[in-house]
């Protein structure tokens, strides 16, 4: 399935995504895609209903809706760092022996078509497209690849905003300038595990103002999905909703030379492969 929520920030309604644009409504029976309705096994829940609905016709058309990010507010945000190594070369760091973690204030995360907004003071606003994977189960020191894959509820696209100079030129730690407000697009949809036959097979790319920025695979991943989320677990406990980033392949702007970073008035579209399509336009400070 693919769960998808639709309607204003703050007032989305959750549903599951019918072909291209319709879907069918179920905020008579779920009230959100949170940590309660994953910890709850609501995909399993909602599969027969659906499945019932479309055969009733009670599917709606997506329309001019806003479409938001698929899930609730997580309780965190994980995110890997220089998980492919052609990123990790361009950037001129070493391939990493173990995977690098930062964290992403949750409050970034917004729908996928929403604006990103420059925060002040910004002089090196960079994009990264990623897999987003998004925790369907409580976790902690999972013993095995197999026991992380049941422990994951699907897959998402996720825009990894970045500030680099906030990232790397401010001291401290890299979630500074990962964290400012609309920095975590997701979505268009959450496309449930087992829609997802190879997770390490998938492609994914990313245009700016129509040119092409980044184009990669998830095979060339450092570290794959079900080894992030195994070896995550033995160090913090994973929620039901929470979101982890993956890392992201080549060709972000501080990758260029020169470097390319974005202004207001550009637009940012990205996808991967059989999980849908971002458009992003950037907006001026506040």
Aim: hydrophobic share 40%; with cysteine; charged share 25%.
């Amino acid at each position: 399935m693919k769960l998808i929520r639709i309607g204003e920030m703050g007032a989305e309604r959750p549903g599951v995504l019918v072909g291209e644009s319709s879907y069918v409504a179920l905020s008579d029976i779920v009230d959100d895609f949170d940590a309660e309705f994953f910890a709850s096994g609501g995909v399993a829940r909602i599969r027969p209903v659906v499945e019932q609905r479309i055969r009733a016709g009670r599917v709606e058309a997506l329309g001019e809706e806003r479409i938001g990010a698929p899930f609730a507010r997580p309780h965190q945000i994980l995110c890997i760092g220089l998980n492919y190594s052609d990123h990790a070369a361009e950037t001129g760091q070493a391939v990493p022996d173990e995977p690098i973690l930062f964290t992403k204030s949750p409050n970034t995360l917004v729908g996928p078509n929403d604006d990103v907004r420059i925060p002040r003071g910004s002089t090196k606003l960079d994009w990264e497209v990623e897999l987003g994977i998004l925790i369907g189960q409580r976790a902690s020191y999972l013993s095995s690849r197999e026991e992380a894959g049941a422990a994951i509820a699907g897959w998402a696209v996720v825009n990894d905003v970045s500030e680099r100079a906030f990232q790397t030129e401010r001291g401290g730690q890299w979630s500074k300038g990962k964290s400012a407000e609309t920095f975590n697009p997701a979505g268009p949809w959450l496309v449930t595990r087992d829609e997802v036959p190879d997770v390490t097979a998938l492609d994914l790319w990313l245009d700016v103002n129509g040119v092409r920025r980044q184009t990669g695979s998830t095979s060339t991943m450092v570290f794959d999905a079900l080894e992030i989320v195994r070896y995550l677990s033995q160090f913090l406990v994973l929620e039901p909703g929470d979101l982890i980033n993956t890392g992201t392949p080549p060709g972000v702007g501080m990758g260029h030379t020169p470097p390319v970073f974005l202004a207001a008035g550009d637009v940012v579209e990205l996808g991967i492969d059989g999980l849908g399509a971002q458009r992003q336009v950037i907006v001026e400070p506040r």
